[in-house]
Structure formats: C-alpha cells, structure tokens
C-alpha cells in the first residue's frame, strides 16, 4: 500500500475525510499524540487499526468525538459529573470511560461493556471527525510497544505502507497521552492513565479522585487490571532506558560518569549543566514541558544511535504524573536509586 501524505489543506482534510468514510485507515494530528484513525462503527475497520499496530485485542481503542452531543450517540449512559467535567475539559486532553452503545462493537472495546470516549482539541481533529461524520477510533499511531509519535513523520517511520494515509499537522503540543478516567460511583473519578490534565484539576469536580495504582508499578501480564493498557511494557525506544532517582545533579553525574558504557547518553533537565564526557539530550524543567518533548527524545536517541539513556527523574505530582508514569513503562519499571 501507498501512504499517502496529506498536508494541513481544506481539499487534503476532506481527502481524508472520505478515505475515513470509505473504512480506510488515516493517521491525523491531535493535541496529545498522532491517532490512527478508523470509523468506530466498522469492524472491518477497527480491526485493521490492530493489525496495522500489532497491538493486542484486549487494548481498547479511545472514540474520538467533535461536538459534546455526540456522546450521547456512543454511551449509553452519561451520568451528571461526566457532563461537568466535559464542559470544563473539552475540547481536551481528557477521556472518559463509560457504558458503550451497540453502535460501538467489541473490537473497538477491546471486548469490553465500555468505551473511553473524547473530544479533542486539534482543529485538523476536529475538521476530519466532523467531515467524514464518523466518531473516530483512534490508538496513537505507532507501532505497538513504539513511544507514540508527536509528528507525522514519525508515524510515518512506523506505518509507512500500512496505511491509506497520514495528515500532517505538525508537532503536537501536549506530547503525552490524553488523561483516561472512569467513574466508580457518581461522586468518584478513577484515574486509569495521568496526562496533562491532573488529579489536582479533577479534584474539584468530584467528592474523591482515585490514582489506580497500575499508574506507579508494574502490573502482572495476567491479572485483571481497569485499563488493560496499563499491563503491557509501552512507549520504549530500542535504546535501553534507566530512570535515576537522584537527590542532585552532582550525585546523578557522578553516578553517570561511574556506570557509562559504549552508546551511553544522558536525558537531562534544561536547568543542569552537561554531565563530563557524556552526550546529553534535554528535555524540558515542568511538566508540561517534559510531557511535549519526551517521546520526540526517546525517537532522537534512538537515531542518534544511543544504547543506554540515563535519565533524570521527574516529579510526581500534578501533570508531571503523567511524564513521570510513561518514562517507568518505558523503563519496565527499573529505576535507580540513590
Ligand atoms: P491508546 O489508544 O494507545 O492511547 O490507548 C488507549 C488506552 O485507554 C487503553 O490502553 C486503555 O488503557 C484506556 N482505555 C480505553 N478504553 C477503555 C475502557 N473502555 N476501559 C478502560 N480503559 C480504557
Ligand atoms: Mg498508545
């Protein structure tokens, strides 16, 4: 197959749009990361998005819609509190889970009674949902395993040849997975993936929020987990990838200097200074900051031919919770602590 490569145009959107309507696959810009697109509805379609990945068909795909209305078409039920937070948070970064409609099959649901549903921000997401009048089943567009790709050129890297086509919409700003939440009861939202919307900003809007805690270790291949995502190994670049939990940069660099190989490299805040004979990439001091560039970083060492990337450890908290559970998966959860 020919990938076609489409660029930010109202005649190329509505090229995808109908290749869209016609059950083909198209990966297009969101705020997060690339999606790979397919009609939700179709089960042809759905399921050529996981072939095309490799990923497994228990990992569900998020429904992405382009007015709020929309959500009524996909679930079956809405219950109030989702409502407050859609107006509060959409168009954004964030997805909720909730009871599908038959609409919706269980391809798309990886077999399961719900489906996470989102509107997002990106214009060009938004021209191509409304355009195509489908809702939209989109994994980010990478390799199953791959870190997810924030240009369009990077998922060309991955699904050149596998797909009908890729709309191109530059660098996306956030860099980091939307935030999925579910809700335990009406008054309760269960974080099952932290992104740039945090605890701290759902916290208002509900009595409890809930950190699952698959966000902060590993989790066994066969147990049941709320969001199957979480139990498999994600976002790693080929080069080997060690988080260093240090209490300075000194003890970091003298850790660094001490436990260098051939191909090592250093993943380091804007704020340090260079770590002695060792090459270095940066990725940002906030959170958000970190979020938009980690996964450009993980493709740049891995071009730059690096083997083994200390990195600097982000923080925990707000949306820094988002950077820091996507580098731990990357890792496999292997961290150094000093
Ligand atoms: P990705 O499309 O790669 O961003 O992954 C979407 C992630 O959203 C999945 O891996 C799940 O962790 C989560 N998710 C999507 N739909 C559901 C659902 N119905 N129930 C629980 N988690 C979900
Ligand atoms: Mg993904």
């Known amino acids: 197959m020919n990938t076609e490569f489409l660029h930010d145009t109202p005649e190329d959107i509505a090229r995808a749009a109908s290749l869209l309507h016609d059950g083909e696959l198209v990966a297009f810009p969101t705020e997060t990361v690339y999606g790979l697109g397919a009609d939700a509805r179709r089960e042809d379609s759905v399921r050529a998005v996981f072939a095309a990945k490799g990923r497994p068909a228990d990992n569900p795909l998020i429904v992405h819609i382009a007015e709020t209305e929309q959500i009524y078409d996909i679930a079956s039920e809405v219950p109030d509190l989702a409502l407050r937070l859609a107006e509060a948070f959409w168009p954004g970064p964030l997805t909720m889970v909730l009871p599908k409609r038959d609409c919706i099959p269980l391809v798309t649901s990886g077999g399961l009674e719900t489906v996470g549903i989102r509107m997002p921000k990106h214009p060009v997401a938004r021209a191509l949902i409304r355009e195509s009048g489908c809702p939209i089943a989109a994994p980010s567009a990478n390799r199953s395993g791959k870190p997810s790709p924030t240009t369009a050129r990077h998922v060309m890297d991955d699904m050149d040849g596998r797909i009908a086509a890729v709309l191109d919409g530059g660098l996306c700003e956030v860099g980091v997975e939307s935030t999925v939440i579910c809700f335990d009861d009406p008054k309760t939202i269960h974080i099952l993936r932290p992104g740039l919307i945090s605890r701290e900003d759902l916290a208002p809007y509900a009595a409890r929020v809930y950190v699952d805690k698959a966000i902060f270790e590993q989790v066994a291949p066969d147990t049941k987990v709320a969001s199957p995502g979480m139990k498999y190994k994600h976002y790693s670049p080929d080069a080997k990838i060690l988080p260093v939990d240090a ?90 602590s000093l």
């Open 247 to 336: 209490p300075d940069f000194e003890a970091f660099s003298h850790y660094v200097r001490n436990h260098a190989v051939f191909g090592t490299y250093c993943l380091l805040f804007d704020a340090d200074p260079e770590v002695e004979g060792i090459p270095s990439m940066r990725y940002g001091d906030s959170g958000a900051e970190q979020a938009h560039y980690l996964f450009l970083r993980f493709r740049e060492l891995d071009e730059a031919g690096a083997k083994l990337v200390y990195v600097r450890m982000p923080r925990h908290d707000g949306a820094d919770l988002s950077v820091y559970n996507r580098l731990m998966r990357a890792a496999g959860f292997e961290v150094i």
